[in-house]
């Protein structure tokens, strides 16, 4: 046999104008898996030869759970056989013994994955048995727990064949926790029962760390053979369909054909590992002709409603109606924000980053197969950075999400981290170690910020909202013994009221309570870590400068909103809890700000005003003494970083040290070891205020020298050299991987985000340029498109689709890239496109939304389509010529404008540069 080259080094390609693209031979890479998920809660996942999983939450898997490796290590995966008389059997999915045996062979079927906003599909044939099998796959847009997969086999060759098609889906029906605690002992809870469409299996009980209970979730797979024709028989039990020493990928019911159990409908079989073995009778193909199959997966809370399962879903014709409902509905969803400039592909890519968000507001970080651990939550610091995208597609939504986020603040500043089902529902966490993420309390302003930018609703910062409590107080460094879980999450007044503040008060805790918790270099403490989960080992002594940086710029930008809030509103004082005027010394006695002793004395004061509850009386402040501390306490922050955490390189350029470490050393700099730097510490002072603008094009050729590798992009760290037990566990992964060196996705956007803020558009540009090089480099990333989490060492993308990457990427791409940004509600036209972005006719267009308008902004250029060379010349509104009110940025269009047009429509700005 002679050996051959069939794999997809060149990639895939973009096929349509909805993100569709396709790939050849999509099984010779591995790792690939593609999502299929919906609003009501089904989550699969599903690989070129259909492995994968189903599951509706962490207790309910339909097929077993997996990590990535068993996507090509088990066998336990979707199936559809087909048994050819006189030729024997063959997988449509090419998942069998024999096919696998062949991979490398130039008898091994022909592939071709072709997909789209939601959909996927694997066309392949065995020009051997003159077979093919197209098989689409979707989970319909809705409230069903339900996946679908439409099978329809052809006679490629030039004889007519006898086929027999099995349909077989392992079903787990159980949860991800039985996977290791008692897999074969809840086996024996299965009550197996099929009926004239398939199989249904209803454990009696579930045995988890809920407890044990009576279950009422059933799992359940059916199938059709073309307008409704039923299966003739069934498979229920794995142990039986795969016969004494088989195994899923060469049963003996298949290989050697044997008959299906018709039996009555009920009760099957009780207590074992259980299949939805699905037999479809035995049909003659003539050359050229089809038949097709549908198979539904469906999870349901009770006992599945099979006959009405089947009248929506159970026929080829409705599978053709669902498939195109679900092109539309995500097509819908995605191309609220559309982009189209001088390179197709890269805009076709960007449809996949911006569908990102909304599948990790769908999955949370779980239920993919990269992400094998969590249990469907989300972190705090994702609830509010996934909300930068949704500010941009789905904004009709977020005040409330805002607003219901704010619930989980603690009066300590921090914040509670078991977030619930619900908005806004936040639970204790009674047996956890205590723990605090420094970084928590920064994100909610800068979400909040957009929010106010976009919409303008400064009334929001007024309105009210409860606090979270549980055991934990003073930041976890003591337990409220008084506390019990009956007595409720929300913080009380000294009378046991249910206490209220507003938003604004909530944001000011959150960023002044770490002003004043501080180290012993007079930086925020870094305590369980920052935005680098993996930054875990420091927490005594361990601080993080570069949060310091984001602390610092948020009180900065605090005070010029409270400035703007009394401009604008005439509200002249602020009310807020009477504890809260400790953490606002300057009113009363200035502290001073360089004693670290001070500081910590005056937050002692603070937790022990605010123990785990509040007086519930509120004072009155003026707005602008208020501003005006929360503006020195900014001024200082800033000083104090560039004076002290500045690491001169002997390069000439320099940057900043981004963190000290339990042993209160100080991280970074250039050591007789090597270089240590990390991109994290030049993020937070870039994208704030810390940076002074003469720093930035040190900090740009350090992060260039020291960071940029030619294969993998901007790394997070250099090499450490060591697994830094006073730091984190990230330096025990090995360098070049995840949180130690990889080139972390999120904070290589965050970087580029800050480059184009600061003004510095053709640096942005290359970061972000070689995200998108990275990802869309299929021979080395082999991932589907879309941003991956982080590029390892290989150059291959991990973790895709779930990635807090995402959000920023759309979000800079909109408000930086194309310039169309939010200043309190009015439109600021500012593009800082380059010369590449135009299309041939000098064009850049973007669709969006703003004031509750769909806009399309169209750049066209007619002079300089350099960066810096060009400026906003005239603006036409749906052909109107509009007063162009400069500003120092670019130009705004208020509100007012944009909100007398008519809803539902889009509407054009043309915007003419020169
Ligand atoms: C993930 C987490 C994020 C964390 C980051 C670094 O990033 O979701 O909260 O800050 O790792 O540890 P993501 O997958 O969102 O890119």
Request: aromatic share 10%; proline share 4%; charged share 20%.
């Amino acid at each position: 046999m002679i050996a051959v080259e069939k794999t997809s080094k060149s990639g895939w390609e973009f096929t349509g104008t909805n993100g569709e693209f396709k790939l050849k031979y999509p099984e010779r890479s591995s790792f690939l898996y593609f999502p299929l998920v919906n609003e009501g809660g089904m989550m699969s996942s599903v690989t070129p030869n259909l492995h994968g999983q189903a599951t509706s939450g962490h207790n309910t898997f339909l097929t077993p759970p997996l990590s990535v490796e068993d996507l090509h290590n088990s066998r336990a995966s979707r199936n559809f056989w087909v048994y050819i008389e006189g030729k024997g059997a063959w997988s449509a999915a090419g998942n069998s013994a024999r096919q696998h045996a062949q991979a490398y062979e130039s008898t091994s079927d022909e592939s071709e994955l072709e997909a789209g906003l939601l959909w996927h599909r694997v066309t392949r044939e065995s020009r051997e048995l003159g077979i093919k099998a197209q098989i689409t796959s979707i989970v319909p847009c809705g409230q069903d727990k339900v996946e679908l997969m439409q099978v329809v086999l052809t006679n490629t060759g030039a004889a007519e064949i006898i086929i027999t098609p099995t349909a077989a889906i392992p079903l787990y029906a159980r949860s991800a926790d039985d996977l290791r605690d008692h897999r074969h002992v809840t086996s024996l809870l299965n009550r197996i029962y099929i009926s004239a469409h398939g199989v249904e299996v209803q454990p009696a009980l579930s045995f988890d760390e809920r407890g044990h209970r009576v279950n009422h979730t059933s799992y359940g797979v059916f199938g059709v053979e073309g307008e409704g024709r039923t299966p003739v028989g069934f498979f229920p039990v794995q142990e039986e369909f795969i016969g004494e020493g088989g195994s899923l990928d060469w049963p003996e019911a298949v290989v050697r054909n044997l008959a299906p159990q018709t039996g009555e409908e009920g009760v099957h079989k009780e207590g074992y590992e259980a299949l939805g073995g699905l037999r479809f009778s035995t049909a003659s193909l003539l050359p050229g002709e089809s038949r097709s199959y549908v198979v539904i997966l469906a999870i349901e809370s009770e006992r599945i409603d099979i006959p009405g399962l089947m009248a929506k879903y159970g026929s080829a014709a409705a599978f053709d109606v669902l498939l195109e409902e679900n092109k539309a509905f995500w097509a819908d969803k995605v191309n609220t924000v559309e982009f189209h400039t001088g390179d197709h592909a890269a805009d076709q890519w960007m449809k996949w980053v911006t569908l990102q968000p909304v599948l990790r507001r769908l999955y949370g970080n779980s239920f993919l197969p990269y992400h094998d651990y969590g249990r469907g939550g989300r972190g705090w610091r994702d609830l509010w950075q996934d909300c930068l995208a949704l500010l941009i597609m789905e904004p009709a939504d977020v005040r409330s999400l805002l607003l219901n986020n704010y619930a989980g603040v603690r009066i300590d500043g921090s914040n509670a981290t078991i977030i619930g089902q619900q908005p806004g529902e936040f639970i204790a966490d009674r047996n956890n170690i205590p723990r605090v993420w420094m970084d928590h309390g920064a994100w909610p302003f800068l979400t909040t910020m957009l929010y106010l930018d976009q919409s303008g609703d400064l009334d929001f910062l007024l309105q009210e909202q409860s606090y979270f409590r549980d055991s934990f107080m003073s930041r976890c460094r003591e337990r409220d013994a008084s506390w019990d879980a009956a007595g409720g999450s929300h913080l009380q007044t000294s009378t046991g009221e249910t206490y209220k503040g507003t938003i604004l008060e909530h944001i000011l805790l959150q960023n002044l309570v770490p002003f004043f918790n501080v180290g012993e270099h007079n930086n925020i403490l870094l305590e369980g870590a920052d935005w680098n989960d993996g930054l875990d080992m420091a927490a005594q002594r361990g601080e993080s400068v570069t949060f310091t940086a984001f602390y610092g710029s948020n009180l900065y930008d605090l005070s010029v909103l409270l400035r703007t809030l009394q401009e604008r509103t005439g509200l002249e004082s602020l009310e807020l809890a009477e504890e809260m005027t400790l953490l606002l010394d300057t009113l009363e006695k200035s502290l001073n700000y360089e004693s670290i002793i001070a500081k910590r004395e005056q937050l002692n004061l603070y937790y022990a005003a605010a123990p785990n509850k509040v007086s519930g009386v509120k004072v009155t402040l003026p707005i602008a003494k208020v501003a005006d501390d929360l503006a020195k306490k900014a001024e200082w922050i800033f000083n104090h970083l560039r004076r002290n955490e500045w690491v001169q390189s002997d390069h000439g350029d320099g940057w900043f040290n981004g963190y000290y470490n339990n042993d209160g050393d100080r991280v970074e700099g250039e050591h007789a070891e090597g270089v240590r730097m990390t991109l994290t510490g030049q993020v937070f002072p870039l994208l704030g205020h810390a940076a002074a603008p003469e720093q930035i094009p040190h900090i740009v050729a350090a992060v260039e020298r020291n960071l940029l590798d030619d294969n993998i992009g901007y790394r997070l760290n250099t090499n450490f050299g060591g697994i830094q037990q006073n730091l984190g566990r990230a330096f025990g992964f090995a360098f070049g991987h995840k949180e130690n060196g990889a080139m972390f996705s999120h904070m290589t956007v965050m970087y580029g985000n800050a480059l184009y803020k600061r003004g510095f558009v053709q640096e942005g540009r290359k970061v972000l340029d070689s995200l998108y090089k990275l990802s869309a480099n299929f021979e080395l990333s082999r991932m589907y498109p879309g941003i991956p989490e982080y590029i390892n060492e290989q150059g291959r993308g991990m973790y895709t689709y779930l990635t807090g990457s995402a959000s920023w990427l759309l979000l800079t791409m909109v408000t930086e890239v194309f310039g169309v940004k939010g200043r309190l509600g009015d439109l600021l036209l500012q593009p800082k496109l380059v010369k590449e972005q135009f299309d041939e006719q000098g064009k850049a267009t973007i669709k969006t939304i703003f004031a509750e308008r769909m806009l399309e902004v169209a750049y066209t250029s007619t002079g300089s389509r350099k960066y810096g060379e060009y400026e906003i010349h005239s603006v036409l509104l749906n052909g109107a010529e509009v007063t162009l009110q400069r500003v120092s940025e670019g130009i705004v269009i208020p509100r007012s404008i944009l909100r007398a047009l008519p809803e539902g429509e889009l509407h054009l700005l043309q915007v003419a540069l020169a």
